[in-house]
Protein backbone atom coordinates (compact mmCIF):
# COMPACT_ATOMS: atom_id res chain seq x y z
CA UNK A 1 0.00 0.00 0.00
CA UNK A 2 1.11 3.43 -0.81
CA UNK A 3 2.16 5.84 1.39
CA UNK A 4 0.66 9.40 1.90
CA UNK A 5 4.13 10.87 1.01
CA UNK A 6 4.73 8.41 -1.90
CA UNK A 7 1.39 9.44 -2.98
CA UNK A 8 2.58 13.19 -3.08
CA UNK A 9 5.85 13.02 -4.45
CA UNK A 10 6.12 14.83 -8.04
CA UNK A 11 8.68 13.77 -11.04
CA UNK A 12 11.86 15.53 -11.47
CA UNK A 13 10.78 16.95 -14.62
CA UNK A 14 8.42 19.26 -13.07
CA UNK A 15 9.75 22.75 -12.73
CA UNK A 16 10.28 24.29 -9.59
CA UNK A 17 10.27 27.83 -10.07
CA UNK A 18 6.50 28.02 -10.87
CA UNK A 19 6.17 26.71 -7.60
CA UNK A 20 8.27 29.61 -6.01
CA UNK A 21 6.71 32.30 -7.47
CA UNK A 22 3.12 30.61 -5.62
CA UNK A 23 4.76 30.68 -2.39
CA UNK A 24 6.18 33.68 -2.88
CA UNK A 25 2.50 34.52 -3.33
CA UNK A 26 1.37 33.61 0.07
CA UNK A 27 3.69 35.82 1.47
CA UNK A 28 2.39 38.92 -0.75
CA UNK A 29 -1.07 38.07 0.21
CA UNK A 30 -0.66 37.69 3.71
CA UNK A 31 1.50 41.56 3.15
CA UNK A 32 -1.97 42.16 1.37
CA UNK A 33 -4.49 41.06 3.91
CA UNK A 34 -2.87 42.73 6.76
CA UNK A 35 -2.55 45.76 5.40
CA UNK A 36 -6.51 45.75 4.55
CA UNK A 37 -7.12 44.36 7.77
CA UNK A 38 -5.38 47.40 9.56
CA UNK A 39 -7.18 49.73 7.13
CA UNK A 40 -10.82 48.10 8.24
CA UNK A 41 -10.38 47.66 11.61
CA UNK A 42 -8.86 50.99 12.44
CA UNK A 43 -12.43 52.13 11.72
CA UNK A 44 -14.02 50.07 14.11
CA UNK A 45 -14.87 51.99 17.50
CA UNK A 46 -12.69 51.27 20.58
CA UNK A 47 -14.96 49.27 22.70
CA UNK A 48 -15.41 46.99 19.70
CA UNK A 49 -11.62 45.72 20.79
CA UNK A 50 -11.53 42.44 22.78
CA UNK A 51 -9.60 41.98 25.49
CA UNK A 52 -8.74 38.01 25.31
CA UNK A 53 -6.27 38.51 28.48
CA UNK A 54 -6.00 35.36 30.86
CA UNK A 55 -4.22 34.79 33.83
CA UNK A 56 -1.55 33.25 32.36
CA UNK A 57 -0.32 37.18 30.39
CA UNK A 58 0.45 38.30 33.23
CA UNK A 59 2.91 35.44 34.48
CA UNK A 60 5.12 35.61 31.21
CA UNK A 61 7.81 38.42 31.97
CA UNK A 62 8.79 40.48 28.56
CA UNK A 63 11.94 38.99 27.25
CA UNK A 64 13.61 41.56 25.09
CA UNK A 65 15.91 39.57 24.11
CA UNK A 66 14.03 36.88 22.86
CA UNK A 67 13.21 39.23 19.30
CA UNK A 68 15.19 36.75 16.88
CA UNK A 69 12.85 33.85 17.60
CA UNK A 70 9.70 35.77 16.76
CA UNK A 71 11.21 37.02 13.55
CA UNK A 72 12.19 32.99 13.05
CA UNK A 73 9.22 32.24 10.52
CA UNK A 74 10.66 34.69 8.21
CA UNK A 75 13.72 31.74 7.27
CA UNK A 76 11.92 29.22 8.64
CA UNK A 77 8.56 28.99 6.48
CA UNK A 78 10.80 29.76 3.11
CA UNK A 79 13.56 26.82 4.04
CA UNK A 80 10.67 24.66 4.49
CA UNK A 81 8.83 25.37 1.50
CA UNK A 82 11.51 24.66 -0.87
CA UNK A 83 12.58 21.62 0.86
CA UNK A 84 8.84 20.43 0.39
CA UNK A 85 7.42 22.12 -2.31
CA UNK A 86 9.26 20.16 -5.05
CA UNK A 87 8.27 16.77 -3.51
CA UNK A 88 4.43 17.29 -3.92
CA UNK A 89 2.70 16.40 -7.18
CA UNK A 90 0.59 18.72 -9.00
CA UNK A 91 -2.82 18.07 -7.14
CA UNK A 92 -1.05 18.06 -3.86
CA UNK A 93 0.83 21.23 -4.44
CA UNK A 94 -2.29 23.01 -6.07
CA UNK A 95 -4.16 21.55 -2.66
CA UNK A 96 -1.34 23.09 -0.43
CA UNK A 97 -1.59 27.06 -2.10
CA UNK A 98 -5.41 27.19 -2.11
CA UNK A 99 -5.48 25.78 1.39
CA UNK A 100 -2.67 28.40 2.89
CA UNK A 101 -4.05 31.11 1.31
CA UNK A 102 -7.43 30.21 2.61
CA UNK A 103 -5.48 30.33 6.15
CA UNK A 104 -4.10 33.71 5.37
CA UNK A 105 -7.50 35.19 4.37
CA UNK A 106 -9.85 33.24 7.12
CA UNK A 107 -7.07 34.74 9.86
CA UNK A 108 -8.27 38.13 8.60
CA UNK A 109 -11.20 37.69 8.83
CA UNK A 110 -11.20 36.61 12.26
CA UNK A 111 -8.66 39.94 13.27
CA UNK A 112 -11.43 41.81 11.49
CA UNK A 113 -14.70 40.50 13.69
CA UNK A 114 -12.52 40.58 16.68
CA UNK A 115 -9.25 43.27 16.74
CA UNK A 116 -7.56 42.06 20.17
CA UNK A 117 -5.90 44.55 22.29
CA UNK A 118 -2.12 44.81 22.19
CA UNK A 119 0.16 43.74 25.04
CA UNK A 120 2.88 46.06 23.99
CA UNK A 121 5.45 46.36 26.16
CA UNK A 122 6.38 49.89 27.35
CA UNK A 123 9.46 49.44 26.22
CA UNK A 124 9.49 47.27 22.74
CA UNK A 125 12.73 45.59 21.92
CA UNK A 126 15.17 47.06 20.03
CA UNK A 127 14.44 45.50 16.57
CA UNK A 128 10.55 46.74 17.26
CA UNK A 129 10.80 50.07 17.79
CA UNK A 130 10.44 51.32 14.43
CA UNK A 131 7.95 48.34 13.66
CA UNK A 132 5.54 49.43 16.23
CA UNK A 133 5.74 53.34 14.88
CA UNK A 134 4.89 52.15 11.44
CA UNK A 135 1.56 53.56 10.08
CA UNK A 136 0.94 49.86 8.58
CA UNK A 137 1.21 48.50 11.66
CA UNK A 138 -2.03 47.57 13.75
CA UNK A 139 -2.44 49.14 17.63
CA UNK A 140 -3.34 45.96 18.81
CA UNK A 141 -2.41 42.24 18.87
CA UNK A 142 -3.95 39.42 15.51
CA UNK A 143 -5.66 36.85 17.36
CA UNK A 144 -4.82 34.64 15.61
CA UNK A 145 -1.47 34.86 16.00
CA UNK A 146 -0.58 34.24 12.43
CA UNK A 147 2.96 34.01 13.05
CA UNK A 148 2.61 30.82 14.90
CA UNK A 149 0.08 29.84 12.08
CA UNK A 150 2.46 30.35 9.25
CA UNK A 151 5.32 27.93 11.06
CA UNK A 152 2.92 25.42 12.35
CA UNK A 153 1.45 24.86 8.52
CA UNK A 154 5.20 24.67 7.40
CA UNK A 155 5.66 22.51 9.85
CA UNK A 156 3.02 20.27 8.60
CA UNK A 157 4.25 20.13 5.08
CA UNK A 158 7.24 19.38 6.34
CA UNK A 159 6.56 16.76 8.53
CA UNK A 160 3.98 14.97 5.76
CA UNK A 161 6.79 14.94 2.98
CA UNK A 162 9.68 13.95 5.51
CA UNK A 163 7.86 11.67 7.62
CA UNK A 164 11.06 11.41 9.77
CA UNK A 165 10.92 11.84 13.76
CA UNK A 166 13.95 14.35 13.61
CA UNK A 167 11.69 16.53 10.75
CA UNK A 168 8.63 15.96 13.11
CA UNK A 169 10.45 16.92 16.41
CA UNK A 170 11.79 20.16 15.04
CA UNK A 171 8.31 21.17 13.59
CA UNK A 172 7.33 21.20 16.75
CA UNK A 173 9.90 22.75 18.52
CA UNK A 174 10.31 25.65 15.86
CA UNK A 175 6.58 26.19 16.38
CA UNK A 176 6.73 26.39 20.37
CA UNK A 177 9.78 29.00 19.89
CA UNK A 178 7.77 31.18 17.73
CA UNK A 179 4.91 30.97 20.02
CA UNK A 180 7.06 31.54 23.67
CA UNK A 181 9.03 34.40 21.62
CA UNK A 182 5.74 36.16 20.23
CA UNK A 183 4.43 35.88 24.17
CA UNK A 184 7.73 36.95 25.74
CA UNK A 185 8.37 39.85 23.16
CA UNK A 186 4.67 40.69 24.46
CA UNK A 187 3.60 40.77 20.92
CA UNK A 188 0.52 38.46 21.44
CA UNK A 189 -1.47 37.11 24.20
CA UNK A 190 -2.10 33.59 24.97
CA UNK A 191 -5.18 33.13 23.25
CA UNK A 192 -3.50 34.95 20.14
CA UNK A 193 -1.10 31.51 19.97
CA UNK A 194 -3.24 28.61 20.69
CA UNK A 195 -5.97 29.65 18.27
CA UNK A 196 -2.83 30.31 15.78
CA UNK A 197 -2.10 27.14 15.78
CA UNK A 198 -5.49 25.59 15.67
CA UNK A 199 -5.98 27.23 12.87
CA UNK A 200 -2.92 25.88 11.38
CA UNK A 201 -3.80 22.41 12.43
CA UNK A 202 -7.22 23.00 11.03
CA UNK A 203 -5.60 24.07 7.32
CA UNK A 204 -2.59 21.16 7.53
CA UNK A 205 -5.43 18.80 8.61
CA UNK A 206 -8.08 19.79 5.70
CA UNK A 207 -4.73 19.55 2.94
CA UNK A 208 -3.65 16.50 3.90
CA UNK A 209 -7.14 14.58 3.98
CA UNK A 210 -7.61 16.27 0.31
CA UNK A 211 -4.73 14.24 -0.69
CA UNK A 212 -5.23 11.31 1.37
Known amino acids: MPTRTGAMRMSHAGSLFPRLLAVTGIGLLHVLVYFIVTRLTLLRPHDAFIDPHVALDDQIPHLAWTWPAYWLPYALV ?9 R ?11 VWAGMVLVGGVIQVVWPAVAPWPAVPALSQRLYHESALILPYATLPSMH ?6 AAIVAATVFPSLAVRVAGVASTLLVAVATLTLKEHLALDAVSGLALASAAGLWWRRGVA
Open 78 to 86: PLAAVASIG
Open 88 to 98: LDARAFRRLIA
Open 148 to 153: VAHVAM
